[in-house]
Each structure stands twice: as structure tokens, then as C-alpha cells.
């Protein structure tokens, strides 16, 4: 079945430092790829999003490109802030959303520090 | 308000109690659902509602049952549970269907603690 797989956290950086988290996934046909991101208290928000091959999804100074020769969607920025520390959660949902459901990945704690 | 909100945030109860989670969506989307988050496990989904029909149950024990009265509001009734029920539980929101991509609007999540 389909599956998202991504880094084991925590992940500990430096103020300005730039960030990689790996996300990698197996599913049939085309899916939609995401992360979210979860703030300490707080449900899960969408941070970005690609919907086919190739599409790079950015929003906040978060990238994510959709690689589908490599089967990845690895999020990064290029100058963290102490804000950014927060769970990542990759997720991919099914060609065309048909049977309405998200795969998430474990999720990757991000610690940064001042 | 907007968006999908969540009642109450934070509820602790006995094992022998009967209580009940609230979420309602503003999004105007047809697809609602339940996720366990519990510590240092994957998110876990529970149930999904299509236009109000209960379209996933992932073996969820018999004492959580899901309420869906209209595509706006979803409950989730609470009884006799058992501490290892303590978690986050979260509601979401999308707009099922082809072409959709199925994003996903997450309420906060309601804090459980079962003592």
C-alpha cells in the first residue's frame, strides 16, 4: 500500500541555519504530496503543497519540489527562525483525492535555537 | 468563526465517565474526520465521514463512537475508556472527489486524559 517515510528527528539548528527534511514516499499512480506543520498545542496546518510531477510548492520561505523519479518531496528553507520549531508531517493523498484519505509520515521535530 | 474548531480543548474524565468530543467546520466541505494522535506514534485515522456516511472505521474499539448529523458537525461520544486512550484527538475537514486532492483543515485537537 501507499507509504510516506521521513527522517527521524529531532532536528537541532541554529538560528538562520538552513534546513532540509528528507520525505520520501510509495504509492501507485500520481498523488498529491503535502506538509504540514504542528506548533506546540495546536492541530496540524497546511504548509505547502504539489499536485503533480515537477511542481514546487513554497510558502513562509519553505520549498518542497515534487521529484517523481526519486519518489520525493523534501521540504526546506533556507534561513530557519527560532518561530520554524515546530512537527513536519509529510502526508500524500491518492490520484484525483478518491478515497479521501491522507498517509502521514511519523513526522520530524524541529528545535531551533537562538 | 472560521475554519474547523474543536470542543472542548482540554477534558479529563474517569474511566467510567461518558463524555463527548465536538467539532464543526465553516469550509463548506463534504468530508470530515477523526485522527488519534498519541505520543511518539504515528497520526493514526479513525473515522471518515462522506456526506454524512461513516466511510472508514480503522477497527477502532467499540468504545468510541462517531456522530455525523450534517456535513457541518462531527462528534465523537466517549465511553468507559482506558488510559492508554489518553491523547490528542483531532477533527479534519476537505473537499472530497475527483480533482479535490483532498487537502486536509485540521481543527487544535481536544487534549483527552483518561484517569
Known amino acids: 500500500g501507499d507509504s510516506v517515510t521521513q527522517m527521524e528527528g529531532p532536528v537541532t539548528l541554529s538560528e538562520e541555519a538552513f534546513l532540509t527534511i528528507n520525505c520520501t514516499y510509495t504509492?501507485?499512480?500520481?498523488?498529491?504530496l503535502f506538509w504540514y506543520v504542528q506548533y506546540p498545542g495546536e492541530g496540524l496546518q497546511l504548509l505547502l503543497k504539489?499536485?503533480?510531477?515537477?511542481d514546487k510548492g513554497s510558502n513562509k520561505g519553505f520549498e518542497a519540489t515534487y521529484r517523481k523519479e526519486t519518489t520525493s518531496f523534501h521540504l526546506e528553507k533556507g534561513s530557519v527562525q527560532v518561530s520554524d520549531s515546530a512537527v513536519y508531517f509529510c502526508?500524500?493523498?491518492?490520484?484525483?483525492?478518491?478515497?479521501?484519505?491522507?498517509?502521514f509520515g511519523t513526522g520530524t521535530l524541529l528545535a531551533v535555537q537562538p | 468563526e472560521t475554519g474547523v474548531t474543536q470542543t472542548p480543548r482540554h477534558l479529563v474524565m474517569g474511566m467510567t465517565n461518558k463524555k463527548s468530543l465536538k467539532c464543526e467546520q465553516h469550509?463548506?466541505?463534504?468530508?470530515m474526520y477523526w485522527y488519534k494522535q498519541s505520543a511518539k506514534k504515528p497520526l493514526e485515522l479513525m473515522f471518515v465521514?462522506?456526506?454524512?456516511?461513516?466511510?472508514e472505521n480503522n477497527s477502532v474499539p467499540s468504545r468510541f463512537s462517531p456522530e455525523c448529523p450534517n456535513s457541518s458537525h462531527l462528534f465523537l461520544h466517549l465511553h468507559t475508556l482506558q488510559p492508554e486512550d489518553s491523547a490528542l484527538y483531532l477533527c479534519?475537514?476537505?473537499?472530497?472527489?475527483?480533482?479535490?486532492?483532498?487537502?486536509?483543515?485540521f481543527g487544535p485537537g481536544t487534549r483527552l486524559t483518561v484517569l
Open positions: 504539489a499536485t503533480k510531477a515537477d
Open positions: 502526508a500524500l493523498s491518492d490520484e484525483g483525492g478518491a478515497t479521501n484519505k491522507l498517509i
Open positions: 504509492a501507485t499512480g500520481y498523488p498529491s
Open positions: 465521514y462522506n456526506f454524512k456516511e461513516q466511510t
Open positions: 479534519a475537514s476537505s473537499q472530497s472527489g475527483r480533482g479535490s486532492y483532498n487537502e486536509q483543515f
Open positions: 469550509l463548506g466541505h463534504n468530508a
